[in-house]
């Protein structure tokens, strides 16, 4: 659904350029003022808002001895909080990349304490045999009066619609 048409004054416009020019991302102007991300693009391509006017900051080391005490537990804290904060605000894609990472930490994690660790269950065992399973095209060829769905020794192939309707009477035989 579409956002309705919004009016905003110009001193609302003046301090959303004033935050864009001080360095904040066109995204968080947008959630501050309500304003739609394209509108503020265009009145910034439009009234010449050059961020890259402002002079570069200088480069710093990154101290990285500051998240010596986060453990794993601290880290999956927080990216559950961010996953929450992106839903509730509708980033989806961020929301999605969140899960991801949150899902790849899990898969890593080792459970930690006394006494043997239970073993993570294996796809592999759940899923049937492929040997035991015949497919479409093997159960064409051993039943009886029917032929596959791509035959060799035609003189004439199947079209198209006699593709789909001999492979739908496929599937409402082997439900």
């Known amino acids: 659904m579409t956002q309705p048409h919004r009016h905003r004054s110009e001193a609302v416009w003046a301090e959303a350029r004033d935050d864009y020019l001080k360095g904040m991302t066109a995204e968080q102007v947008c959630r501050r003022h309500d304003l739609g991300l394209s509108a503020l693009r265009r009145r910034a391509r439009l009234h010449g808002w050059r961020r890259h006017d402002q002079p570069d900051p200088q480069p710093q080391d990154d101290d990285l001895a500051i998240y010596r005490d ?88 199947l079209n198209r619609r006699q593709r789909r309707r001999q492979l739908a009477k496929l599937r409402r035989s082997s439900a």
């Open 70 to 157: 986060l453990d794993l537990a601290d880290l999956t804290e927080m990216m559950h909080l961010r996953l929450a904060q992106a839903i509730s605000q509708g980033r989806a894609t961020e929301a999605a990349r969140w899960m991801r990472l949150i899902g790849r930490i899990d898969d890593i994690a080792v459970p930690s304490g006394p006494g043997p660790q239970p073993e993570p269950p294996r796809i592999e065992a759940s899923l049937p045999d492929a040997a035991d399973t015949p497919t479409l095209a093997t159960r064409a060829l051993e039943e009886p009066g029917l032929h596959s769905l791509h035959p060799k020794n035609s003189d004439t192939p």
